[in-house]
């Protein structure tokens, strides 16, 4: 929620900003949206998949990329043999250790789930794969997805299958005032969580940050809420029974 005072203030900040900051927030914005979609695609049911390469072998950048897209067309044609929905996936490439050099390559793989032998088999002896089950959080999958965007030295570069679905983004600019903005951003220790459980019952508050900019007056305030499961639904033939 950033207060801006006035629209002049906007245009003075965003021709202020430098090219560094810039290029910063485009990543974190990047990263976000990265996040938003695995969430949106991704459950328990679904796969965390690591390929590596035998000792020795270290692929140069066009021949990693064909061994994944390989590996995803094996694994695409023997879904679509057994019967089960179209693959989605994202996946990363990474490469090389803190010098820069490119040593111990390897796949971060993010898929439907399927049969974990199965998916590993489909590496066809290439290296090592080694498969697990997703293991959503109170955050759902931001932990993993943050992972697969760092940017170590090596580098990191990811790419997604196109059928992934959209989050669902709603934006409502009236629900929280200007007033409770700054309360929030005065005593953000305890003000958020009492501000947005009331705006929010359906939702359990996890965390809250607040940042300020170089450029403009007013603070943005950055807060995580899990929506609560639903209480399981009474039985009625079985209320009834006990009430016999």
Not at 36 to 51: S, V, W
Request: positive net charge; aromatic residues 10%.
């Amino acid at each position: 929620f950033p207060i801006w005072n006035t629209q002049n203030e906007v245009r003075k900040a965003k021709k202020a900003a430098t090219k560094e900051a810039q290029q910063n927030l485009n990543d974190r914005n990047a990263k976000k949206k990265l996040i938003r979609k695995i969430n949106a695609n991704f459950t328990g049911e679904d796969l965390c998949i690591t390929l590596t390469y035998k000792a020795g072998f270290v692929p140069d950048e066009e021949q990693a990329r064909r061994d994944i897209r390989n590996y995803l067309r094996r694994v695409r044609q023997w879904r679509r043999k057994n019967g089960l929905p179209e693959l989605k996936y994202v996946y990363v490439i990474e490469y090389g250790g803190g010098d820069g050099r490119r040593k111990r390559v390897h796949h971060h793989v993010i898929m439907s789930g399927m049969d974990r032998d199965v998916a590993e088999a489909l590496w066809q002896g290439r290296g090592w794969a080694n498969t697990r089950r997703l293991q959503p959080d109170d955050y759902g999958l931001e932990a993993l997805a943050r992972y697969m965007t760092k940017e170590p030295n090596g580098g990191k570069r990811w790419a997604a299958s196109k059928n992934l679905v959209d989050p669902k983004i709603t934006e409502a600019d009236t629900k929280i005032s200007k007033r409770k903005v700054e309360q929030m951003a005065a005593d953000f220790e305890a003000a958020p969580a009492a501000i947005f459980g009331k705006l929010f019952p359906d939702y359990a508050f996890n965390d809250c940050e607040v940042k300020y900019s170089a450029y403009v007056a007013g603070a943005y305030i950055y807060a995580r809420m899990c929506r609560r499961p639903e209480p399981p639904k009474k039985d009625k033939k079985q209320k009834k029974k006990r009430r016999n």
